[in-house]
């Protein structure tokens, strides 16, 4: 891909009209957004299959983002790379989002297995924050996939990060944001031991309804049909 410096374009208030003058950065949304269209496609056959199996959807519901030009390049800033289109594409994973919220934590991890047997998603890198949750509580399961566009100009692989998480962690992530921007980042720090607390509840609460699921259902715990 060509590079394109996009320095003198780095500025707080990014328009419009500066980034039409790119033409690589007029295509890069579209692409991205063709991923997610194609990646949200496959994730809802597999829902559909999951249910046909399993009898019931583990998904609650799914969202999908763009990130916005100013946060691409800010982000590239404080990576201390140089603001080049091709930079965007190849170290930046999350300019095209989706989030997946789920019922019980342990349909995650049978989505996670279910995505590395597909021959037309490759998943790249996954980074357990439910296993392994944030100081601050945090927990989600980040994973990078490439996704495959059949394009006029041939196959081109789109990069997608999936966030994996359950209704209760879903919820912590909202109300940390939401704090976090109504104090600008600086919370009081009695408000980050609540938040810290609330996140172990929320973790309490998980576990307890896998335990409540596998008791109403009585069925095991089965990975999806590959």
């Known amino acids: 891909m060509k590079q394109l410096d996009l320095r003198e374009l780095y500025q707080w208030e990014i328009g419009e009209d500066e980034l039409r003058k790119l033409e690589e950065w007029k ?13 949200g ?13 399993n009898g019931y959807s583990p998904i609650e519901h799914i969202k999908s983002r763009i990130k ?3 946060s691409i390049l800010q982000k590239l800033e404080r990576k201390g790379l140089e603001l080049t289109v091709d930079n965007m594409v190849n170290q930046i994973h999350d300019i095209a989002g989706m989030r997946i919220v789920f019922s ?3 349909d995650i991890y049978s989505l996670l297995d279910h ?9 790249l890198e996954v980074k357990d924050y439910i296993e392994n949750p944030k100081p601050n509580g945090y927990q989600s399961l980040h994973v990078i996939v490439a ?10 692989w ?7 998480r359950t209704l ?3 919820f912590w992530a909202s109300m940390e944001h939401i704090l976090y921007y109504k104090y600008d980042k600086q919370v009081p720090p009695h408000v980050v031991r609540e938040l810290s607390e609330a996140a172990k509840a929320a973790d309490a609460l998980d576990k307890k309804m896998h335990g409540l699921r596998k008791e109403i259902m009585g069925v095991s715990e089965a990975a999806l049909p590959e």
């Open 158 to 164: 789109m990069k997608v990060e999936i966030q994996m």
């Open 41 to 53: 496609n496959k994730i809802k056959l597999i829902q559909t299959e999951w249910k046909i199996h």
């Open 27 to 39: 295509k890069l949304p579209f692409l991205y957004e063709l991923a997610l269209d194609e990646l």
């Open 104 to 106: 019980f934590a342990r």
């Open 147 to 156: 996704v495959p566009l059949t394009l006029f100009e041939g196959q081109r």
């Open 68 to 70: 916005e030009p100013k």
């Open 115 to 123: 995505l590395k047997h597909r021959e037309d998603i490759t998943v």
């Open 168 to 170: 209760a962690m879903d």
